[in-house]
């Protein structure tokens, strides 16, 4: 019934910057948490950020000062900026919301590549 929705992914070089949205619709009664996750091939996939209900956010170290994850004014999306992209950051970029009284929802991904 719950659904969320990744777009905005692609291939940028390094230095670039990427805007990714995330849209949440279906039977979503309360939002906790949203945040964004990313797996690299042959890797364990990974938090990036975090934003509660409230607006507090948290990022992981890699990431700071680089990224930044911001909602719409309606709470029905999530946004994920990056600048500063690197290498290493090239992932598949995940969408979680922790909903409806502490359910984890994913979307299915959408591709980040970093290459020159």
């Known amino acids: 019934q719950v659904q969320l929705v990744e777009s905005g992914g692609g291939l940028v070089q390094p230095g670039g910057s990427l805007r990714l949205s995330c849209a949440a619709s279906g039977s979503i009664f309360s939002i906790h948490v949203m945040g964004w996750y990313r797996q690299a091939p042959g890797k364990q996939r990974e938090l990036v950020a975090t934003?509660?209900?409230?607006?507090?956010?948290n990022y992981a170290d890699s990431v700071k000062g680089r990224f930044t994850i911001s909602r719409d004014s309606a709470k029905t999306a999530v946004y994920l900026q990056m600048n500063s992209l690197k290498p290493e950051d090239t992932a598949v970029y995940y969408c979680?919301?922790?909903?409806?009284?502490?359910?984890?929802?994913w979307g299915r991904g959408t591709q980040v590549t970093v290459s020159s």
């Open positions: 979680n919301g922790l909903l409806n009284g502490g359910i984890n929802y």
């Open positions: 934003i509660v209900n409230g607006g507090t956010t």
